[in-house]
C-alpha cells in the first residue's frame, strides 16, 4: 500500500505562481511513477504530468507544457508540481497518483493509489 497527502494548494491571482507537494508512505515510493491530475467541478479527472522514477523521464498535458515543473525527491518521498503563470482554467482538485510501474502512463485507470487532493483556485 502507498499512502499519498497532497499539500500547497490555495487562492492565487492569475499569473501567480503555486508549488503542490505530494508526500508518500509505505511501500518504496522511488519504484512508483507519481502523476497529477485534476478535477474542476462538473468535469472529467484529467492527466496533468508524470514523472518516472529516476526523474528522466517526465509528460505533460498540452494545457500545462512550459508553465508546470513536476519534480520529485526520493530521499524525501516526496513528488512536487511547480504551477508557474496560472490561469482561471487552471482552477481544480490536484490529486497525486502513483503507479507501480516505470513507463509513464496519461491514463487514470493505471494509477492504482491516489491522494485525497487539493484545492487550487485562480482568481482572475
Known amino acids: 500500500q502507498v499512502q499519498l497527502v497532497e499539500s500547497g494548494g490555495g487562492l492565487v491571482q492569475a499569473g501567480g505562481s503555486l508549488r503542490l507537494s505530494c508526500a508518500a508512505s509505505?511501500?518504496?515510493?522511488?519504484?512508483?511513477?507519481m502523476g497529477w491530475f485534476r478535477q474542476a467541478p462538473e468535469k472529467e479527472r484529467e492527466f496533468v504530468a508524470a514523472i518516472n522514477w529516476s526523474a528522466s523521464s517526465t509528460n505533460y498535458a498540452d494545457s500545462v507544457k512550459g508553465r508546470f515543473t513536476i519534480s520529485r525527491d526520493n530521499a524525501l518521498n516526496t513528488v512536487y508540481l511547480q504551477m508557474n503563470s496560472l490561469r482561471p482554467e487552471d482552477t481544480a482538485v490536484y490529486y497525486c497518483a502513483a503507479r507501480g510501474s516505470d513507463y509513464i502512463s496519461r491514463a487514470r485507470s493505471t494509477y492504482a493509489y491516489w491522494g485525497q487532493g487539493t484545492q487550487v483556485t485562480v482568481s482572475s
Open positions: 509505505g511501500r518504496t515510493f522511488s519504484t512508483f511513477v
